[in-house]
Nanobody
Framework: QVQLVESGGGLVQTGGSLRLSCAASGRTFSTYLMGWFRQAPGKEREFVAG????????SYVDSVRGRFTISRDNAKNTVDLQMNSLKPEDTAVYYC???????????????????WGQGTQVTVSS
């Protein structure tokens, strides 16, 4: 079992940057594919970015590609999401998720993921 704890959320102005971090428990972190999702009020949970277990493959939703960067450090059991050029529409609760997988194909459906963090609020003011 994996426990995930997000940090780094907050309030930022349009055009600003935030770095989210997700710390995972356990000694098998390197066998998990990791994803970041977000959920705005009244909307469904949305895939934002994902990274394969080795870090060699990444995937982004079109709306954040070129602005957000996902990375992981398997030695530290962490996965980060660097968010630049933030927009008001990026406002949401951001969740870290884990899926036991050694494949390079990164699923975008929330139901594919096995473990979730509690979420961290990101608010971008206009």
């Amino acid at each position: 079992q994996v426990q995930l704890v997000e940090s780094g959320g907050g309030l930022v102005q349009t055009g600003g940057s935030l770095r989210l971090s997700c710390a995972a428990s356990g000694r098998t972190f390197s066998t998990y594919l990791m994803g970041w999702f977000r959920q705005a009020p009244g909307k469904e949970r949305e895939f934002v970015a994902g990274i394969s277990n080795s870090g060699g493959s990444t995937s982004y939703v079109d709306s954040v590609r070129g602005r957000f960067t996902i990375s992981r450090d398997n030695a530290k059991n962490t996965v980060d999401l660097q968010m630049n050029s933030l927009k008001p529409e990026d406002t949401a609760v951001y969740y870290c998720a884990a899926k036991r997988s050694l494949r390079t194909t990164i699923p975008r459906a929330a139901r594919e993921y096995d473990y979730w963090g509690q979420g961290t609020q990101v608010t971008v003011s206009s």
